[in-house]
């Protein structure tokens, strides 16, 4: 009985092992850049369904599914070369439009304050 609890315990530990080394190989390299890792934190806040949900109204570089009720997020360097305009649409969009369907992304706080500048520098690349 000791015996097979003890080969039961060995093979769960080593299922867990090979479990995490796939994680850990699942993860690009490029992650620890510091640069890269906030257009990437950016990119995955930005598309996550459950935070900012852009691709809803949006389309947006390589996202799927992209809604097409908002203009296509591109060229934002050309259209908003004052990054802090950006910033404040996508915090409050509400500001220069009142009507807008676009949620207030800071004041409801469905982003964070960081999240948020994650956003506008993967925005920002676009
Ligand atoms: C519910 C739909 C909706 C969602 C979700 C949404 N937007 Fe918008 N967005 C709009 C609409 C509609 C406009 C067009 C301007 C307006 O109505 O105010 C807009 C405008 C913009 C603009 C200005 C574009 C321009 O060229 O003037 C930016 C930048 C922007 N959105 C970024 C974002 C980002 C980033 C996200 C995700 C964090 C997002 N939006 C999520 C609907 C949405």
């Known amino acids: 009985m000791r015996h097979t609890a003890k080969k039961l315990f060995k093979s769960a530990f080593s299922t867990a092992v090979v479990a995490g080394a796939l994680l850990l190989t699942s993860f690009p390299a490029s992650a620890a850049d510091g640069a890269s ?3 990437e934190k950016g990119k995955a806040a930005a598309f996550d369904r459950k935070k900012g949900n852009c691709l809803a109204c949006h389309s947006v570089d390589d996202g799927t599914l992209p809604g ?3 203009p296509p997020l591109i060229a934002m ?3 908003f070369p004052d990054k802090d ?3 404040a649409q996508i915090w409050d969009a509400t500001v220069v439009n009142p009507n807008t369907i676009m949620i207030p992304f800071g004041r409801n706080k469905v982003l964070s304050e960081e999240e948020i500048d ?3 520098e ?3 690349t676009l």
Request: charged residues 20%; aromatic residues 12%.
């Open 37 to 39: 890792s906030v257009v």
């Open 77 to 79: 360097k050309a259209r």
């Open 85 to 87: 305009k950006l910033r």
């Open 68 to 70: 097409n009720i908002a």
């Open 118 to 120: 994650q956003v506008v």
């Open 122 to 124: 993967y925005i920002y």
